[in-house]
């Protein structure tokens, strides 16, 4: 099956600086991307996605990398603000089965102000 | 909101018994998830269902059971709760567009 690992578990960034998390997958089949952020007590909501036919995508402040040949993913967020603290999971579907997404461990990013 | 609903919200339970959390949707998707989260874990796949009775096992389905009678209700069973089963519980609604709609989740102590 699918696995996916995720980098870091933890990121701190100064206000207005940049923020990169890195995820790769195992199977070569997979085929969508979609990054889920998760504020403290709340359920994971998507913020962006991207499919395998497609190199980056951006929207506002987020974008997202995709390089199948090397099977990882990125999240990039720019001027960051304290509203941006959360835990970020990326994931990744394979499409072989209704077992639906696998997940990354999670990312803790803390925003100093 | 986002068309799905999980209850209850919280619960406090005791060793040894019986505990059946529910997730409701109004989207008329076909597939639904279970998750249990815990730190240092993410988010593990307890059960799925693609379908009226049709349900699977995910990575953590020890000491856990499903049924899904209708389109729009899941139900998770914990048969004989144990401490290991505290966590928080979420389910996530999709149609095949693999994207997750997640619910609010249940945050479920065994004491």
């Known amino acids: 099956g699918e696995n996916v690992e995720q980098h870091p578990s933890t990121l701190s960034v100064q206000e207005g600086d940049s923020a990169v998390i890195k995820c790769t997958y195992s199977d070569s089949a997979s085929n969508y991307f979609p990054w889920y952020k998760q504020e403290l007590g709340k359920r994971p909501q998507l913020i962006i996605d991207i499919r395998s036919n497609v190199g980056e995508k951006k929207d506002q402040r987020i974008a997202v990398t995709l390089n199948k040949t090397a099977k990882h993913f990125s999240l990039h967020i720019t001027e960051t603000q304290p509203e941006d603290s959360a835990v970020y999971f990326c994931a990744a579907y394979s499409g072989g089965g209704a077992d639906g997404l696998t997940f990354g461990k999670g990312t803790h990013l803390i925003i100093q102000p | 909101d986002a068309g799905i609903t999980q209850s209850p919200r919280h619960k406090v339970t005791e060793t040894g018994t019986p505990v059946t959390l529910r997730c409701h949707q109004t989207e008329n998707h076909r597939y639904m998830y279970w998750y249990r989260q815990d730190p240092g874990h993410g988010l593990r796949l307890i059960h799925y269902?693609?379908?009226?009775?049709?349900?699977d096992k995910g990575e953590v389905s020890d000491g856990y059971s499903v049924s899904r009678s209708k389109t729009e209700d899941f139900l998770l069973t914990l048969e004989s709760a144990t401490s290991s089963q505290t966590s928080v519980y979420f389910c996530?609604?999709?149609?095949?567009?693999?994207?997750?709609?997640f619910g609010s989740g249940t945050r479920l102590t065994v004491v």
């Open positions: 996530a609604i999709s149609e095949p567009d693999p994207g997750y709609t």
């Open positions: 269902s693609y379908g009226v009775k049709d349900t």
